[in-house]
Structures are given as structure tokens and as C-alpha cells.
Nanobody, 122 residues
Framework: HVQLVESGGGSVQAGGSLRLSCAAS????????MGWFRQAPRNERDMVAQ????????HYDDSVKGRFTISQDHAKNTMYLQMNSLNPEDTSIYYCAARLGFCSSDWRDFNYWGQGTQVTVS
């Protein structure tokens, strides 16, 4: 089993930056892909960014390309999401997730989830 704990959310003005962290523990060696999803009220849970843990290949939703950067520190078992040029449309609960298989844009394909962290942009 894998445990994921997010941190780093908060409130920021438009144009500002935040960095989210996702600390993983447990049986993490089996994970192949980790990612960030977000979900606003009454919306679907949408993929934001993903990273393959072995070759560090990344994928981004078009809405965040050029503004967000996903990265992973193997030594710390921690994944990050650097978010720059934030706008009110980025307001959401952000979740980190891990998957044993290939990366997928469908949140239902992921095996493990964190509790979520709120990001509010005004």
C-alpha cells in the first residue's frame, strides 16, 4: 500500500505562485506514474500534470502548459507541482495520485490518492 500526503496549498493573488508537495510512503517502488489532478465544485476531477517515475517523462494539460512544472525527488520520495502565473480558473482542490501502470488522464485509473489541498486564486 502507498500513502500520499499533499501540502503547500493556500490563497494567492492572480499572477502569483505556489508550490505543492506530495510525500509518498509505503510500497512506493511499485509506482510507475504519479500525477496531480484538480477538482472544483460540481466539476469532474481533471488531470493537471503527470510524471513517469523512471524516465521522468512529463505530461501536462493544455491549460497549464508553460505555467506549471511537475517534478519528483527520488531521494525524498516527494513529488512537486510548481504553479506560476496563477489565475482564478486554477482555484480548486488539488490531489496527488499514484498508479502502478502507465500514466492516464482518467483519474479512475489511479490506485492511490492523497487527501487533497485547496488552492484559491483571487
Amino acid at each position: 500500500h502507498v500513502q500520499l500526503v499533499e501540502s503547500g496549498g493556500g490563497s494567492v493573488q492572480a499572477g502569483g505562485s505556489l508550490r505543492l508537495s506530495c510525500a509518498a510512503s509505503g510500497d512506493t517502488d511499485r509506482n510507475n506514474c504519479m500525477g496531480w489532478f484538480r477538482q472544483a465544485p460540481r466539476n469532474e476531477r481533471d488531470m493537471v500534470a503527470q510524471i513517469y517515475l523512471r524516465n521522468r517523462e512529463t505530461h501536462y494539460d493544455d491549460s497549464v502548459k508553460g505555467r506549471f512544472t511537475i517534478s519528483q525527488d527520488h531521494a525524498k520520495n516527494t513529488m512537486y507541482l510548481q504553479m506560476n502565473s496563477l489565475n482564478p480558473e486554477d482555484t480548486s482542490i488539488y490531489y496527488c495520485a499514484a498508479r502502478l501502470g502507465f500514466c492516464s488522464s482518467d483519474w479512475r485509473d489511479f490506485n492511490y490518492w492523497g487527501q487533497g489541498t485547496q488552492v484559491t486564486v483571487s
